[in-house]
């Protein structure tokens, strides 16, 4: 069983950036595909970025496109997402998931706890 721990989320003003962090423990990732979601109160959590295992297909939900990247470092267990001019309709808890394959497209089976990202207008 994986553990994921997110990290690097906080409050920030709209139009900044932030990049969060997945590290990965009791499993290695390599071989898995790897997602970032995100979650506000009275929503389903939605699939914000996610990544194959090789690092070299990605794929982006619509509305975050061109602002954010996923990347990964499989020599060190860790997912990224780098989030570049934040919105406030950004705000929400993100989530760091593992995959049960390698590919972008996987479905999703492990998750972590969840960092907050506040953006301010």
């Known amino acids: 069983q994986v553990q994921l721990v997110e990290s690097g989320g906080g409050l920030v003003q709209a139009g900044g950036s932030l990049r969060l962090s997945c590290a990965a423990s009791?499993?290695?990732?390599?071989?898995?595909?790897m997602g970032w979601f995100r979650q506000t109160p009275g929503n389903e959590r939605e699939i914000v970025a996610a990544v194959s295992w090789s690092g070299s297909t990605s794929r982006y939900a619509d509305s975050v496109k061109g602002r954010f990247t996923i990347s990964r470092d499989n020599a060190k267990n860790t997912v990224y997402l780098q989030m570049n001019n934040l919105k406030p309709e950004d705000t929400a808890v993100y989530y760091c998931?593992?995959?049960?394959?390698?590919?972008?497209?996987?479905?999703?089976?492990?998750w972590g706890q969840g960092t907050q990202v506040t953006v301010s207008s």
């Open positions: 998931a593992a995959g049960s394959s390698g590919s972008a497209y996987t479905a999703f089976t492990s």
């Open positions: 009791g499993r290695a990732i390599f071989s898995y595909g």
